[in-house]
């Protein structure tokens, strides 16, 4: 009995194998096996690392993986997708389309996200349409983001201002990196995204500045952000 316990909590204690993955691209292998394990953040990272890989199925995977389609054959380490068959699911290879048999869906392990996972993998598929010929898609792709704007969206859209050719969705990709910097975790970033902020009357600014003046951690950042919700509140009302 003493000993079956031992065994049992060396078990317990064992770190957790990340499941591999076999795509035949180191890259995808590792974000692929960090996207299997149980650590969110790296699942978040994992993500982008797809999006930027240049892969011409990245997009397509990561709305598999969004949509719960693209698995992961446990025993061939193939990402598959499933279709109900009589006697179990038959699973096809994500990249060849090649029939890799029929199985029980225990046989295959589903991606696990959750709500962060899912804005991070919406926010992905509206960035790849910042590449679109039509300015109405590219207004649209940021006016998603805006939605909900992140610290990496700058990022993202950087790059793209400067070519940028229509007037509206310029303005809208510079309050993208505007807002999307007022939630950077470093307060030397915080800081001059308030300035450049301080002077724009859209109601997203005005939420995200009230919430830093009452909530952000570092004190001069509060004093700042407080100080331009004053001057825009002063502005909107001398407009009526």
């Not at 049992?8 to 076999?22: S, T």
């Not at 392990?109 to 926010?123: P, Q, V, Y």
């Not at 910097?181 to 470093?186: F, H, I, M, P």
Request: aromatic share 4%; charged share 25%; proline share 4%.
């Amino acid at each position: 009995m003493k000993n079956l316990l031992i065994l049992m909590l060396c078990v317990w204690l064992m770190p957790v194998q990340a499941a591999k993955v076999e795509t035949g691209d180191s890259a995808l292998d590792a974000a692929f096996a960090d996207l299997l394990g149980s650590d969110f953040d790296k699942k978040s990272q994992a993500l982008q690392r797809i999006a930027q890989s240049g892969h011409p199925k990245a997009f397509e995977m990561i709305e598999g993986i969004l949509e719960g389609e693209l698995l992961l054959h446990k025993k061939s380490k193939r990402l598959v997708t499933i279709a109900e068959t009589e006697g179990g699911y038959l699973g096809t290879d994500f990249f060849t389309a090649e029939a890799i048999g029929t199985f029980s869906k225990r046989k295959y392990k589903k991606i696990s996200i959750n709500n962060s996972i899912r804005r991070t993998i919406r926010s992905l598929l509206s960035a790849q349409a910042l590449d679109s010929a039509d300015p109405a898609e590219r207004l649209a792709a940021v006016q998603t983001m805006l939605a909900n704007p992140e610290p990496q969206h700058a990022d993202w859209v950087e790059p793209k201002v400067a070519k940028e050719s229509d007037p509206k969705v310029k303005a809208a990709m510079g309050l993208l990196m505007a807002l999307s910097r007022l939630g950077a975790e470093q307060a030397q970033v915080r800081l001059p995204a308030i300035e450049r902020v301080k002077d724009s009357l859209e109601p997203a600014v005005r939420q995200q500045l009230t919430r830093m003046a009452a909530e952000d951690s570092d004190p001069a950042v509060r004093e700042s952000a407080g100080k331009a919700l004053r001057m825009i509140e002063e502005r909107v009302a001398l407009m009526g």
